[in-house]
């Protein structure tokens, strides 16, 4: 975190119009803080191979509809479930040929489509019995499920301590630069923050930020996707990073 500040740290001399022997120096801070998640987000998923799409399809919405039941006979509310459902076809095609000398003949082609449909749901992450229990259900409904996010719902004190070390890296970086020229730093008198902190997961092999933000909650982008199973949940992955960036300005002089 500290050697990117410091790559992205940018310096400008400028006359100020307080004194003639005041210039502003503009650095870049970086902070960020990390803290347990509060929201696991579920992704339940129905498979069907056959020849007719919508006839699949139709096999899938009915898998998929009764594992939400009875996650909701169960004590689940319907309100976790997010809105909307993933869709997708691989077709599958397969060639049965004959071959004389140096020519062939295909005899037989077989077309199968292989439909994926997908709900996500929104768990507490204190609430390992109910994630059990999307299991249990999924397996029972011939669905299958995955963890594939977590987020904050209440993003609001973490974002506060991510701004405040933001700040000090921005002063750190500024107290570098000015010394290395020769200059004293002297007040701030500007900061700017291009974005608010985001928030992501601290999965491991993640090699991008991405996520769909939304009241400070994280959600699984089709580019920072990791899908982990529940017998392999560990203690990182239900961690989240709260990362603030400003930008700063400060008067330096000779």
């Known amino acids: 975190m500290k050697s990117m500040a410091i790559l992205l740290s940018i310096a400008l001399l400028i006359p100020a119009v307080a004194a003639e022997d005041t210039f502003g120096l503009t650095v870049v801070g970086e902070g960020g803080v990390v803290v347990p998640a509060d929201t696991v987000f579920v992704t339940v ?3 069907s191979t056959d020849e007719n799409v919508s006839f699949a399809s139709a096999k ?3 898998d998929l509809n009764r594992t939400i039941e009875a996650l909701v006979d169960v004590g689940f509310d319907r309100d976790g479930i997010l809105p909307g459902r993933g869709r997708s076809v691989q077709t599958i095609r397969t060639y049965a040929r004959t071959y004389n000398d140096t020519t062939s003949e295909t005899v037989a082609q077989e ?3 292989r439909i994926t449909e997908q709900v996500t749901i929104r768990l507490g992450t204190e609430d390992d019995k109910m994630l059990d229990r999307c299991l249990e259900m999924a397996e029972a409904e011939n669905a299958s499920v995955e963890i594939t ?5 209440d993003a609001g004190p973490a974002k506060v301590q991510a701004r405040r070390k933001a700040v000090e890296d921005a002063r750190y970086n500024a107290e570098e630069l000015a010394s290395a020229a020769g200059l004293k730093l002297g007040k701030t008198v500007d900061i700017y923050e291009p974005s608010p902190p ?3 997961s601290l999965y491991t092999d993640w090699d991008s930020f991405g996520p769909w933000m939304m009241n400070a909650v994280e959600w699984p982008s ?3 996707y990791h899908s982990t199973n529940r017998a392999t949940r560990t203690e990182e992955s239900g961690m989240v990073e709260v990362i603030s960036r400003v930008v700063v300005t400060y008067e330096v002089s000779p």
Do not use: F, K
């Open 222 to 224: 089709s580019h920072m």
């Open 45 to 47: 998923s129905a498979v």
């Open 198 to 200: 985001r928030v992501r």
């Open 111 to 113: 077309i199968t489509n």
């Open 149 to 153: 996010g977590y987020g904050l719902g």
């Open 60 to 62: 899938n919405a009915e």
